[in-house]
């Protein structure tokens, strides 16, 4: 059962992440999908959880209790992106229909659409929320990136591009990042039509953008490229500091990672339907897991016939990450494989 953290789980996490991540498996998993989920995000202040659906279907899902809280469909536009606003029960959402390139802002509460942001010709493929006000920013494969506020329709501004963007906000709002062509441009978030005030290298792979994240304390950050590479670089100085290597996915898939709440490991989907896990400090690989529940998550000679990447978020301060293909999965440590660890020290 999912469930807040126990006392214990607590006290052992600062000395056993390592030993956590080897034991983690799943709490509790929903199979009541009938497409692969395309993206979720955890709220940042409560226990909420979102999901978008290839099924045409964004659903909320409570984390403490482990329950659906609500299901709505969207069949005209279909949704492929979603993110939480500050408040847990207002979402922002992409198209999936290949003719309305619209973002949407919902109430799931009341299931009612507050305000539509167009401006896009393309399919959306990176969304990010800007933690200390209204704004996020939004990238296409029309090749922009345009700014908003969730108060006005048009949008505040555009950048453009010269390939698929990638595109994140650092964890105070002040700083965002935009990758494309084995680059990462780092903006002010006040000065952003100034051009961008540093360009970092990525070590020559110029491989299509995935995903770009900061770490919560913003000294890190991570670029995932549709070849299978992870990269992890200083954010103040730009040096690369570890590469990690999966299965390259398609051209039509996203390739996440995401920081453990403390930024010491990075948790990645892969090109082979599994996620791995990596030591920062080390660089080493330190756990990995199959993705589908049946016929065992612990058979390791059972090879997953799924070669799309999973969905992948770390819980925010919490001994928990989410993972989402044809299932939703809550990843939780094992404590009694801890007890024994702890019996052996």
Not at 145 to 170: F, T
Not at 174 to 191: E, H, N, S
Request: charged residues 20%; contains cysteine.
């Amino acid at each position: 059962m999912v469930g807040p953290q126990s006392e214990r789980e607590e006290k052992v996490s600062l000395e056993l992440t390592e030993e956590i991540l080897q034991s983690m498996e799943i709490g509790m998993v929903f199979k009541d999908y009938s497409g692969r989920i395309s993206s979720m995000d955890i709220h940042r202040t409560s226990n909420y959880l979102v999901t978008a659906s290839e099924d045409e279907s964004i659903r909320l899902y409570d984390v403490s209790s482990a329950t659906c809280l609500k299901t709505i469909n969207s069949k005209k536009y279909g949704v492929d992106l979603v993110c939480f606003t500050s408040h847990p029960t207002t979402v922002i959402y992409s198209s999936k229909n290949g003719w309305d390139e619209s973002l949407r802002l919902l109430s799931l509460h009341d299931n009612k659409y507050l305000r539509y942001f167009k401006g896009h010709h393309d399919r959306v493929v990176s969304l990010s929320l800007c933690s200390r006000n209204e704004c996020f920013i939004s990238g296409s494969l029309d090749r922009t990136v345009l700014l908003w506020d969730q108060r006005a329709e048009k949008c505040q501004g555009l950048l453009r591009v010269q390939g698929r963007p990638a595109i994140s906000y650092d964890d105070q709002g002040l700083v965002f990042a935009i990758a494309f062509g084995g680059y990462i441009r780092m903006f002010d978030a006040r000065k952003y039509e100034k051009g961008p005030f540093e360009i970092f290298s990525v070590g020559g792979d110029l491989s299509n953008a995935n995903v770009v994240k900061f770490s919560n304390d913003g000294r890190l950050m991570l670029l995932t490229t549709m070849d299978g590479h992870i990269h992890v670089l200083d954010s103040f100085r730009g040096t690369l500091l570890s590469t990690y290597n999966v299965k390259p996915v398609s051209s039509n898939c996203t390739l996440e990672a995401s920081f453990s709440p403390e930024g010491m490991f990075v948790i990645s989907g892969s090109g082979d339907g599994r996620a791995y896990a990596w030591s920062v400090r080390s660089g080493k690989e330190v756990a990995s897991w199959m993705m589908n529940s049946e016929p065992s998550v612990l058979n390791w000679n059972w090879m997953s016939t799924d070669t799309e990447p999973p969905v992948i978020k770390w819980a925010p301060g919490s001994l928990m990450f989410v993972t989402g293909s044809t299932e939703l999965s809550f990843w939780i440590p094992d404590l009694s494989k801890l007890a024994a660890y702890v019996g052996r020290k």
